[in-house]
């Protein structure tokens, strides 16, 4: 059973610097690289050097090891280093990593990164090539040999239950598609700059798997982003407000697998979003209507829908509606499907430009920030807030 009460973490660090590369199709530079670049644009943000560093946080599926990455950027002694599983389930769980260890005093200045060439390089959305086998990779046994080979085939399972369950049709999913369109058309970091659509530009789009389209689909990108997270009263004296980590969670739920939990006893929801929404509810004392902005992992839109509903945003089958209506401004830099696919890590940068006030698309007196990893998978998700 998952925690029941409000843990310690909430406010006790901070995040005091991002920095990235440019987004691209062919970054032309090996992911070390990228990662190293990104660590130092984050550094520099934050006012610190190198030196100041004593941990370093990434996903298991990143190529550029901490110990590597330190070596390369000019960082010397490290006191923590921790990676997370799940691929862009990890992404708020870089963060939450962090924050314990600048919580109890293991390190003080921890840099969470991300850094992959996903289109130049190995492609996640080519599906299963090869696998060496594993307990986990058991679970797709049973999926690969009718032909789910990719993480489309694997959502759409879920997507097509959604819309059977609720009487919808898949322009649901087109609003989502729209909303993040909109952002990134007017974010020049974004692929998609200067490129809104429309409902019928998502209807005329080609089928990938039934009921996604192409535009429900998020991109694959090169780049890096890095994070700095430290204490909330280190943070004040550099050069950013801080964006204090109000809450942070991981969550996984019963009969959970990578994308391919469809042996629960219901297929329209996100059970492990519903134990992360929990726990940040609980820590943050807070609930969605006192959210000011979200920023919701968007590899495939269908899940965009679920996350709100497992929020609490609205009721079940009833997020496209709020979408279409935007009640609530969502993945204000474009999300994965308008500025990059980063596995998350650009979403938790646009959380703080957005309390900052230093985001292309501001939302005026933005003060508290929803911030989700990736669904279908173990996952994690933060509350970013501004400092009191």
Known sequence: MSV????????????????????????????????????????????????????????????????????AAGIGELSFFSRIHYGG??????????????????????????AFNERSGRRFGSGVQHREPSAEGAALGWSL?????????????????????????????????????????????????????????????RWIVEPLRLLDCCQ??????????????????????????AAAAQGAGRGQEQMTSFYRDDLTGLPEMDVVARQLWRTAGLGPAEVDVAILYDHFTPFVLMQLEEFGFCGKGEAAEFVAE???????????????????????AEGVRQLRGTAVNPIPGAERVLVTAGTGVPTSGLVLAADD
């Not at 260890?101 to 921890?110: H, I, L």
């Open 4 to 71: 029941r009460k409000r843990d310690a973490l909430g406010g006790r660090a901070a995040i005091a610097g991002i920095g990235a590369t440019e987004f691209s199709k062919d970054s032309g530079r090996s992911e070390l690289r990228l990662a190293v670049e990104a660590v130092r644009a984050a550094l520099d943000d934050a006012g610190l050097t190198p030196g100041d560093v004593d941990g370093m946080v990434t996903f298991t599926m990143d190529t550029s090891p901490e110990i590597t990455v330190a070596q």
């Open 89 to 114: 389930g990890a992404a708020c769980a870089t963060v939450q990593q962090a924050a314990l260890a600048v919580a109890t005093g293991v390190a003080e200045v921890v840099v969470c990164y991300r």
């Open 145 to 205: 040999p009718f032909g789910l080979l990719t993480p489309a085939s694997w959502v759409a399972m879920a997507a097509q239950r959604y819309l059977h369950t609720y009487g919808l049709t898949p322009e649901a999913f087109g609003h989502v598609a729209v909303v993040d369109r909109k952002w990134a058309a007017t974010n020049p970091a974004a692929y998609f700059h200067g490129r809104p659509i429309t409902l019928a530009d998502h209807a005329a789009s």
């Open 220 to 245: 694959e990108t090169d780049g890096g982003q890095a994070i700095v997270v430290t204490s909330v009263e280190r943070a004040r004296d550099l050069p950013h407000p801080p964006a204090v980590i």
């Open 326 to 348: 935007e009640r609530l401004p969502i993945n204000t830099h474009g999300g994965q499907l308008g500025e990059a696919y980063l596995h998350g890590m650009n979403g938790i």
